[in-house]
Nanobody, 122 residues
Framework: QVQLVQSGGGLVQAGDSLRPSCAAS??????MGWFRQASGKEREFVAA????????YYADSVKGRVTISRDNAKNTVSLQMNSLKPDDTAIYYC?????????????????WGQGTQVTVSS
C-alpha cells in the first residue's frame, strides 16, 4: 500500500512556472507518474519516472517545458512546469504503479493522489 498526498498547484499567468509535488508514505518503491484532467476531457498522461529516477518519459505536449523528478530519500516526486500555457489548465494527479517500467497508461497505475488544480490565465 502507498498513500500519495499532493501539494502545490495554483493560479498563474501564461509563461509562469509551477512545481506541484507528491509525498508518498507506506511502501514507496514504485514507478511514479503525473496525469492531468481538464474540464470535460479525459485524463491524459503528462510524465513518468522510474524507481531510480534515471528513466523519464514525457507526453509530447509538455516535452521541453516539464521536468519530473524524485527524491527517494524524502519519498517525494515533483513536476517542474515552465512556460505554462492556458491549455495546461487542469487538475493534476500523481500516481504510483508497482511495475518496474514507466507507463503512460493511467489504468496501469495502482494508487492516486487527491489531485491539485493548476489554472493558467492568458
Amino acid at each position: 500500500q502507498v498513500q500519495l498526498v499532493q501539494s502545490g498547484g495554483g493560479l498563474v499567468q501564461a509563461g509562469d512556472s509551477l512545481r506541484p509535488s507528491c509525498a508518498a508514505s507506506g511502501r514507496t518503491s514504485y514507478t511514479m507518474g503525473w496525469f492531468r484532467q481538464a474540464s470535460g476531457k479525459e485524463r491524459e498522461f503528462v510524465a513518468a519516472i522510474s524507481r531510480s529516477g534515471i528513466t523519464t518519459y514525457y507526453a509530447d505536449s509538455v516535452k521541453g517545458r516539464v521536468t519530473i523528478s524524485r527524491d527517494n530519500a524524502k519519498n517525494t516526486v515533483s513536476l517542474q512546469m515552465n512556460s505554462l500555457k492556458p491549455d495546461d489548465t487542469a487538475i493534476y494527479y500523481c500516481a504510483a504503479r508497482a511495475a518496474v517500467t514507466t507507463s503512460s497508461d493511467s489504468y496501469s497505475y495502482d494508487y492516486w493522489g487527491q489531485g491539485t488544480q493548476v489554472t493558467v490565465s492568458s
